[in-house]
């Protein structure tokens, strides 16, 4: 009996500290840094202006990078299924540029 008694008070002082500790020591919700969308340079391949589009790279704050037109869907695609669950901070952003072909690559002037 005095065994039981022992394992009892034990146990119970085991689960009164871990909830000390989950309530008043809750985890810190740490998220992985935001990296970008890494851009294949193959991608940025064109022929004329109008072969260029602009494909975003990161969840928020961003005015793209120029690729092909035809690797858009690739971009949107990687995007959405990265920015699903972005809880950061949003913004605004005045993206004024102008597309070209310069060298056969798609660039902002």
């Not at 935001?34 to 975003?56: F, H, L, R, Y």
């Not at 961003?62 to 990687?78: M, T």
């Amino acid at each position: 009996m005095k065994g039981i008694k022992k394992f009892i008070i034990i146990f119970l002082l085991i689960l009164v500290i871990g909830i000390i500790i989950v309530y008043y020591f809750p985890s810190k919700n740490i998220k992985p840094i935001n990296k970008p969308i890494e851009v294949n340079s193959t991608d940025q391949v064109c022929e004329v202006d109008e072969d260029c589009i602009m494909a975003m790279v990161e969840c928020s704050c961003d005015c793209g990078v120029p690729i092909n037109k035809i690797h858009w869907q690739k971009y949107l695609d990687a995007q959405e299924k990265k920015c699903k669950n972005y809880d950061g901070p949003y913004c605004k952003v005045s993206c004024a540029y102008e597309l070209r072909c310069i060298n056969n690559i798609c660039t902002v002037k």
